[in-house]
């Protein structure tokens, strides 16, 4: 069975300490990793896709990587308004966009 | 700028009592999504539309149907809601299915009350 598990579930940063979420899945057939970020009440934001191991993309504090297991979504010195949910997603041969359930993410000033 | 919209943002209604939640689209994308998405949870797709084919997820209750009258709009109705369909639906678009990494963007998501 398809899965896809986030972790931790809860982080809380100081503001400029840098750290990692991570998204592990067992899935048959990968056919892209994607990354997005959700604010309360508003819809996932997509920040990026990711489609075989060892590729990374990077946008300003925010840098994933993947590897045939998992993907990690690295927050370079976090600022408050990087505080939000996010979520990481699989399409695997299926066709469908499967979810984990999220990291929330905390940024204290 | 191309996006993608739901109306309304937020919605009430009462036990049973049909509602249409509205999508549409400027990216001209060929395939629209509905998802629900409890509180603390993982967003569940419900049904897709790739052109004018409905795509409709096993576990989806027979309570909620889609229409999808052009390519700009698509509906989620639920015919009768219940107090566990209160949740946020939210639209999304991808440009091809066949090409199936392509990217799904979501819209802002309408927040739906069951009373």
């Known amino acids: 069975e398809d899965q896809v598990t986030q972790s931790p579930e809860a982080l809380r940063l100081q503001e400029g300490e840098s750290s990692s979420l991570n998204c592990s899945y067992t899935v048959s057939g990968l056919r892209g990793l994607f990354w997005y970020r959700q604010d309360p009440g508003k819809g996932p934001e997509f920040l990026f896709t990711?489609?075989?191991a060892g590729e990374e993309k990077e946008k300003e504090r925010l840098k994933a990587t993947l590897t045939k297991k998992e993907s990690f979504l690295h927050i370079t010195a976090p600022k408050p308004e990087d505080s939000a949910t996010y979520l990481c997603?699989?399409?695997?041969?299926?066709?469908?966009?499967?979810f984990g359930t999220g990291t929330r993410l905390t940024v204290i000033p | 700028d191309a996006m993608v919209i739901q109306n309304p943002r937020y919605q009430v209604t009462q036990f049973g009592k049909p509602v249409t939640l509205s999508c549409s689209q400027t990216l001209n994308h060929n395939v629209m999504y509905w998802y629900q998405q409890k509180s603390s949870q993982a967003p569940k797709l419900l049904f897709h539309?790739?052109?004018?084919?409905?795509?409709n997820e096993a576990d989806t209750p027979d309570n909620f149907q889609s229409r999808r009258p052009n390519t700009s709009f698509c509906f989620l109705d639920i015919r009768s809601p219940g107090l566990g369909d209160a949740a946020m639906y939210l639209c999304?678009?991808?440009?091809?299915?066949?090409?199936?990494?392509?990217?799904?963007?979501f819209g802002p998501g309408t927040r739906l009350t069951v009373l």
């Open positions: 539309y790739y052109d004018k084919d409905f795509n």
């Open positions: 997603a699989v399409k695997t041969g299926a066709n469908n966009l499967f």
């Open positions: 990711l489609y075989s």
């Open positions: 999304a678009t991808s440009r091809d299915e066949i090409r199936n990494t392509d990217t799904q963007y």
